[in-house]
């Protein structure tokens, strides 16, 4: 079975720090996205990566920055965090759309639930 | 914990045919509910929401509680409706938001 892990489950930081949110999936996976989910609102696509150190904005980009240095890791970064990036960030991989019929499955981690104070 | 399944990997069906696709969750306060849809080369995008209790491109779902589900229906199955769908549920402390495997959705002329 496919595993994404998340470096932590709970995160609480002051504003003005910087965070490090780490992701890691074992299946070899070139596609990795990085979401983040509000109370009343659908998921939102952040950034994503198609291969290693390559990296496109989603959605909602500003305020966040990505590192894909190996293939398994996928690392959403808030150089300064502040309060309104307090959220659940759900990380997710997939493999790419020329390889696999199940072409849209993207399998996602448990969430790292952040608290910026 | 917190969990949510679909049992079908795949669904096929023809057009114009109604079209259920299965989720069921376990956990013991009153979540949101969520489905989600990717097409094809776009992104994941949400679909409907129980709480807003609409209708969107003909899909309604209704939460039983009784039975713990949140099944997504269409009377009449469209073509363009061929697409990976993902139930998910919130808890309602807002803290864990969890994603069922998956249904891809086959949509045959």
């Known amino acids: 079975d496919v595993k994404v892990t998340q470096s932590s489950r709970y995160l609480v930081k002051r504003t003005g720090e910087k965070v490090f949110l780490e992701c890691v999936q074992d299946m070899d996976h070139e596609n990795m996205f990085w979401y983040r989910q509000d109370p009343g609102l659908g998921l939102r696509l952040i950034y994503f990566?198609?291969?290693?150190?390559?990296?496109e904005k989603g959605d909602i980009p500003e305020g966040y920055s990505v590192s894909r240095e190996k293939k398994e890791r996928f690392s959403l970064i808030l150089e300064s965090a502040s309060t309104n990036q307090t959220s659940m960030y759900l990380c997710?991989?997939?493999?790419?759309?020329?390889?696999?019929?199940?072409?849209?499955?993207?399998?996602f981690g448990p969430g790292t639930r952040l608290t910026v104070l | 914990a917190q969990r949510v399944t679909q049992p079908e990997k795949l669904l096929s069906v023809f057009k114009g045919a109604p079209v259920e696709l299965k989720c069921n969750y376990s956990?013991?306060?009153?979540?949101?509910l969520f489905w989600y849809v990717q097409y094809s080369r776009q992104r994941l995008q949400l679909l409907l929401r129980?709480?807003s209790r609409e209708s969107i491109k003909g899909f309604t779902a209704d939460l039983n509680k009784g039975e713990t589900s949140f099944h997504l229906k269409k009377p009449f199955a469209q073509e363009e409706d061929s697409a990976m769908y993902y139930c998910a549920l919130l808890d309602n402390y807002g803290q864990n938001f969890v994603f069922g495997p998956g249904t891809r959705l086959s949509v045959l002329p």
């Open positions: 129980h709480i």
């Open positions: 956990y013991s306060g009153s979540p949101e």
């Open positions: 990566s198609y291969d290693v150190k390559m990296k």
């Open positions: 997710a991989s997939s493999l790419p759309l020329l390889v696999n019929t199940a072409t849209d499955t993207q399998y």
